[in-house]
């Protein structure tokens, strides 16, 4: 399964919303659909995993959804600290897939 | 806390060998299924291999079938890879990732970097 993130870039403001779409090649299962964050020089962080649970720690901001093979990542409003690439993941087959990446940068 | 430190990384010539490795702090190790999954530089995340907590099961990505072997030691509190026939496209950066039963990353090292050269 490709998974297939849009924008490729995104630029925004410090407060405004943010929305990342990970569309798939075929239907996922969103209970195997997982939403990543990193930053330059470091590894990635967790933060939705069965499409819409945010993981342990992460504000209430991010939040996920979507079904079949379309699913989004939002952030209400953007910090300063979350300009970063995200990345969309998913299991099936046995096997894992990782979108491209979108990066969120100030603008 | 849980902690991952990944080793064994460094520069190794085209068709060589390497062994990477990684513990765990935090968690059960022998009771965590693992994760190795690359970043080349500028580049996105790519899988390369999945294995239980028991070693009964052991997944890898296509990519690196037959050149990548995932194992551990529950014994040591070793995860391991070991990476044969070195290719340029093989230098990256290396995570090792704790996986949770719906099959997310939750943890992940700092990782440790590989780079084929000559």
């Known amino acids: 399964i490709v998974l297939t993130q849009s924008p490729g870039t995104l630029s925004l403001s410090p407060g405004e919303r943010a929305t990342l779409s990970c569309r798939a090649s075929?239907?996922?299962?969103?209970?195997?659909l997982a939403w990543y964050q990193q930053k330059r020089g470091q590894a990635p962080r967790l933060l939705i995993y069965?499409?819409?649970t945010r993981a342990t720690g992460i504000p209430d901001r991010f939040s996920g959804s979507g079904s079949g093979t379309d699913f989004t990542l939002t952030i209400s409003r953007l910090e300063p600290e979350d300009f970063a690439v995200y990345f969309c993941?998913?299991?099936?087959?046995?096997?894992?897939?990782f979108g491209q990446g979108t990066k969120l940068e100030i603008k | 806390e849980v902690q991952i430190v990944e080793s064994g990384g460094g520069s190794a010539p085209p068709g060589g060998s390497l062994r990477l490795s990684c513990t765990i702090s935090?968690?059960?190790?022998?009771?965590?299924?693992m994760n190795w999954v690359r970043q080349a530089p500028g580049k996105g995340l790519e899988w390369l291999a999945y294995?239980?907590?028991?070693?009964?099961?052991?997944n890898y990505a296509d990519s690196v079938k037959g050149r990548f072997t995932i194992s551990r030691n529950n014994d040591k509190g070793l995860l391991y890879l070991q990476i044969n026939s070195l290719r340029d496209e093989d230098t990256a950066v290396y995570y090792c990732?704790?996986?949770?039963?719906?099959?997310?990353?939750?943890?992940w090292g700092q990782g440790t970097l590989v780079t084929v050269s000559t």
């Open positions: 990732a704790r996986d949770r039963p719906l099959h997310y990353f939750e943890n």
């Open positions: 935090g968690v059960t190790f022998s009771h965590s299924n």
């Open positions: 294995i239980s907590a028991s070693s009964t099961t052991i």
């Open positions: 075929q239907t996922v299962s969103s209970t195997y």
């Open positions: 069965s499409a819409s």
């Open positions: 993941q998913q299991y099936g087959s046995s096997s894992y897939t």
